[in-house]
C-alpha cells in the first residue's frame, strides 16, 4: 500500500536530553498532548500509549504504539501505530509510524517528527490534514510545557 507522510520540525532552546525525556515521560506527555493517561515502557519492543477522555473504561480516543527504535537522546521511532475513537474507526487501514528526531541546535536543540503510513486515497485527505494540524498544535504543546516547566 502506498503510503504519505509529513515532517514538522521545529527549534527548541532546551538540551535534546531533556527533549527526549519529555518524550517518553507519561505526565509530561499529558501535559503537552492534553492527554488524560500515557503509559510508556521506554525500551525497545516496549509500548507509547495515550488516551482521551473523561471515562478510563471507555475512552473517547486511543493512540498506540510499538516502540522499534529507542536512542537517548537522539531518536524514538513508534511503530505498529493505532488509532481507535469512540465514534468509530477511520474508512481506511492506518499503519502508522512516528519518528522523533532530536539534533544539537546551538544552545539547544531541534525537533523532528516524521509521520508516516498515510493512505493516499482522498478517503484519507481530511484525517491526513488534521494530523498536520495536530502536530503544529503539538509542538505549540511542547513549547508551554517547557514555558510552564522551566526546570524540569
Known sequence: METRRHVHEE????SPERMFETLITPSAIRSWWGASKAIVTPK???VWIATWGDDEDAADYVS??????FEPPKRL???DGKYQAKSGQPPFELRMTAEFVIEPWG?????RVINDGFPVDEVADD????????WQNTFEGIRKYFFDNPNG
Open 44 to 46: 525497545i519492543d516496549g
Open 11 to 14: 527549534p527548541f532552546s532546551v
Open 77 to 79: 521511532l513508534l511503530t
Open 127 to 134: 484525517f491526513y490534514d488534521a494530523c498536520l494540524v495536530g
Open 107 to 111: 544552545q539547544g536543540c531541534t525537533l
Open 64 to 69: 498506540s504504539f510499538k516502540i522499534k527504535a
